[in-house]
């Protein structure tokens, strides 16, 4: 592949060899990157993604506790139609002395209500929507190629084992919390995703993005590189180039990288997998860093975002 399949542009690309460091396997994959648009996707995609995913890959973790004891489900769901309106003074104060899960910002920028039907792509095991339901939301839904079978939980939040083609409702949210990234056809994915999606409404895709201090600091060892299953890395250009191909508005875009772009690439430059047991992803006990390094590595990550250089981002597309 030499030319860009987001916009077509053969000319100045250049091309890496990435190789697989989350569980240290080393396989080596070439890449390329646009000149024009900037995006780094992977030449030639792996036949066979699934072997890529094992049980340890981190989205898969069990979703924990799926129901809560009935006083604190109430609060939660008090605490949820306070958070979203913030009219009053007493849904102000209420959310000062009990406030909600960072999450809360992506649903508020969307607009999202109590009664607002969700879709989750690429949810994993659907730990986020078991919050959600656990929050109060009524209808929350997730999709989920790389489970074995759908997941029906006992306190209604389904999970299905189905791409988003298969999908026929329609979603007043949907939202991809860094599953953009590892789809094949990025273009064509953000066509169904405006298919599903009622008008006036906003798809949140949260990815890790080219056009980062990382990116250009670590170069091969930047963690979120994520070889093969992160197929495309994208830059803000070439987002809102998919926007504007698939009907789209970029209403905002909001950076929220953290620690993460600077322990991980630290352990890759020493030859450290994700999963090895002196990652910090196993613990800080024989980890190569100390908690004040890891917060000092938050507070330059909140420096970043400010100058929306971080490793990651929040896109809202937005469907007139």
Known sequence: MSSCRICGNRAGNRSFDLSEK?????????YLQCAECGCLQIAAVPDYMEKYYGHAYYSFKSPGRLFDNPVKAGLKRLRSRCALKERSLF?????????PPAYFDWLKAAGVTLDSKILDVGCGSGELLVRLKKDGFKSVTGLEPFIGQDLCYENGVR????????????????????????????LQAARELHRVLRRNRTVLIRIPVVSSYA???????????????????HSEDS???I????????KQVVYDSDEFQFWGSEQYLRGIALQAPNSVASGLDNALFSRKQIQKFKKEAEKLNQKGAGDQACFYFYKP
Request: aromatic share 18%.
């Open 22 to 30: 989350m569980f240290g396997t080393n396989e080596v994959f070439t």
């Open 91 to 99: 849904a102000r104060l209420f959310v000062r002395l009990y406030p």
């Open 159 to 186: 999970i299905y084992k189905e791409s988003l083609a298969a999908i026929r409702d329609r979603y007043d949210f949907i939202m991809l919390h860094h599953s953009f990234e590892h789809m094949p056809q990025p």
């Open 215 to 233: 990116w250009k600091t670590y170069g091969l060892n930047w963690v979120q590189l994520d070889a093969p299953r992160h197929l495309y890395l």
């Open 239 to 241: 987002m809102r180039l």
């Open 243 to 250: 926007a504007e191909k698939t009907g789209f508005q970029v």
